[in-house]
């Protein structure tokens, strides 16, 4: 979704749609966007800054950090995100960023993609480490045999060669 800053009133701007899990692109190995997106909130522009605010609603697959199966997840993200104009922000390379800076972001041009800050703030809320339950064994390393669902006869024994000598160092 497209929006027109020139357009915009002294009113907030309410705005509220979905996007289909087969247009937005993550580019995220492991995650997968399983439904519809439902995106609500509000623009709002005053003469040095538009500030965009909502929540998202994501339904996503992310795989286990340790077995790799996919674990269903509802992501509700809110968010609150400030942009001003290029000439507005400062270009020096040392800038000090204060804590509310980091919701701000520059925009160049007269159009704001909504989409594009749905997906960004949907790849800045992913878990960092998803497991499938509690106590995931995950996989042998050997043979790559899923130890939830039994134990693999490889015995997982074999020895990295970079670390072989050490084997003959007694204490």
Known sequence: MIVDL??????PLPF??????GDID????GVRIVGDINVVGELSKSAAKTDVKGSINAPVEVDCTRCLTSVRRELDIVFDVDFVDKELFPDTRETHLEAADLDTDVIDGSELDLSGIVREQILLNLPEQVLCREDCKGICPTCGKDLNEAECNCGGKEIDPRWAAL???KS
């Open 167 to 169: 084997k003959d160092l």
């Open 6 to 11: 020139l357009s915009l009133k002294d009113e």
């Open 16 to 21: 509220e749609f979905k996007i289909a899990s």
């Open 26 to 29: 993550l580019e995220t190995e």
